[in-house]
């Protein structure tokens, strides 16, 4: 069973910078396509970013494209997502995931095996 962390959440102003953290807890990690998502209540939690189990190859959503970052750090055995230039529609719960099935990068909930319990990100002046 993955337990999965997210922590680096906050309350910044538009313009700012954030980078949000996934910490898993299996030893030694298996391969696995590792995600993040958001979600706004009221609202479906939907696809930001993805990357492979060799961070390698990822994909991300059109709405992120150019200001948020995914990167692993296989040492550490944590994901990150570097999120800049932040704007209001920005805010939402931030949740990391895992898929086992690592050979993709998974773009829908129901793919994903694995979830953290998510790290609010909230953007106002």
């Known amino acids: 069973q993955v337990q999965l962390e997210e922590s680096g959440g906050g309350l910044v102003q538009p313009g700012d910078s954030l980078r949000l953290s996934c910490a898993q807890s299996?030893?030694?990690?298996?391969?696995?396509?590792m995600g993040w998502f958001r979600q706004i209540p009221g609202n479906e939690r939907e696809f930001v970013a993805a990357?492979?189990?060799?961070?390698?190859?990822?994909s991300y959503a059109d709405s992120v494209k150019g200001r948020f970052t995914i990167s692993w750090d296989s040492a550490k055995d944590t994901v990150y997502l570097q999120v800049n230039r932040l704007q209001p529609d920005d805010t939402a719960v931030y949740y990391c995931?895992?898929?086992?099935?690592?050979?993709?990068?998974?773009?829908?909930?129901?793919?994903?095996?694995?979830w953290g319990q998510g790290t609010q990100v909230t953007v106002s002046s």
């Open positions: 299996e030893r030694p990690f298996s391969r696995y396509t």
């Open positions: 990357i492979d189990w060799r961070g390698s190859s990822t």
């Open positions: 995931a895992a898929d086992s099935n690592w050979v993709r990068l998974a773009k829908e909930v129901d793919e994903y095996d694995y």
